[in-house]
């Protein structure tokens, strides 16, 4: 996440919304390479998986090379603090692209720790508060190694602390929280849907508060990500039904020879 704060300051937060779609896309390469999860590219499951990884991979070159003509929903003044800001953080579009990747990259390797961690620990909130509050201690130590000024590290009540406070309790605890008891009531593939609903309210919403400009390469990049994750999504969905059907053909079989045993 801080990979991600970093990498947001210096790109949009439309850009670096589309990076959250490649989180599964992520997860499912570190779990294909750890032997997690089986490819199959002889199913049509595994097929429609593949594919939309790399429309996935396909939607973020697009949004980050192709640029197009740019439209506003709302324009801001030339000298006002959200329009110096957006220009700013264009500076370093490169270093915040490399930022946004690694916590693509870590994100997903995330996943595949908890998998393996939930199967000796099956405390998912003790786990989650355990992360929250190891990510605070190395927050702060990284945080005293580059900028170590008083002033840095004043909080008041301003906008600043109500941001920390929404990040750290409804952004980060809370949301988990909720991602987990969706998943273990719908199953892991559904809490990600809606991972494009929140890219289109960001979109929106980006433009309309921070005056910031909407190019039709990110518009188009955007569409292709979403196109490629509901494939993956329809692939992963499709195989967790083969394997649920599977497994109860193979639970009815062990029932039947058990009856016939009996008899």
């Known amino acids: 996440m801080g990979l991600y704060a970093y990498g947001l300051r210096d790109t949009t937060a439309t850009y670096g919304t589309n990076f959250f779609n490649l989180v599964p896309i992520s997860a499912f390469l570190f779990s294909t390479l750890a032997g997690i999860e089986n490819l199959g590219l002889n199913t049509r499951a595994g097929k429609l998986k593949a594919m939309g990884a790399i429309v996935c991979v396909a939607g973020v070159l697009i949004a980050s090379l192709c640029d197009g003509k740019a439209f506003h929903i709302r324009h801001l003044s030339p000298h006002s603090r959200w329009a110096h800001h957006a220009k700013s953080s264009k500076d370093h579009w490169v270093r915040g692209n490399l930022l946004l990747t690694g916590f693509c990259l870590s994100m997903g390797a995330w996943f595949i720790v908890q998998v393996k961690l939930l199967k000796v620990f099956?405390?998912?909130?003790?786990?989650?508060?355990?992360?929250?509050v190891i990510a605070t201690i190395?927050?702060?130590?990284?945080?005293?190694?580059?900028?170590?000024?008083?002033?840095?590290?004043?909080?008041?009540?301003?906008?600043?602390l109500l941001t920390i406070v929404y990040s750290g309790a409804l952004n980060t605890a809370a949301s988990f929280c909720?991602?987990?008891?969706?998943?273990?009531?719908?199953?892991?593939?559904?809490p990600p849907i809606f991972i494009p609903l929140s890219q289109i309210l960001v979109t929106i919403l980006e433009s309309v508060i921070f005056g910031e400009e909407i190019k039709l390469g990110i518009v188009l990049g955007m569409i292709v990500i979403i196109i490629g994750l509901y494939?993956?999504?329809?692939?992963?969905?499709?195989?967790?039904?083969?394997?649920?059907?599977?497994q109860?053909?193979?639970?009815?079989?062990?029932?039947?020879?058990?009856?016939i045993t009996i008899i």
């Open 122 to 132: 099956p405390f998912k909130y003790c786990a989650i508060m355990l992360t929250c």
């Open 178 to 190: 909720l991602m987990a008891c969706a998943s273990a009531i719908r199953g892991p593939t559904y």
């Open 248 to 259: 109860n053909i193979a639970s009815s079989s062990m029932r039947s020879e058990g009856s």
């Open 231 to 246: 494939s993956f999504l329809w692939g992963k969905n499709m195989e967790m039904k083969r394997d649920s059907l599977d």
């Open 138 to 160: 190395q927050a702060t130590v990284i945080g005293v190694c580059v900028d170590r000024s008083k002033d840095a590290w004043k909080l008041g009540w301003n906008l600043e």
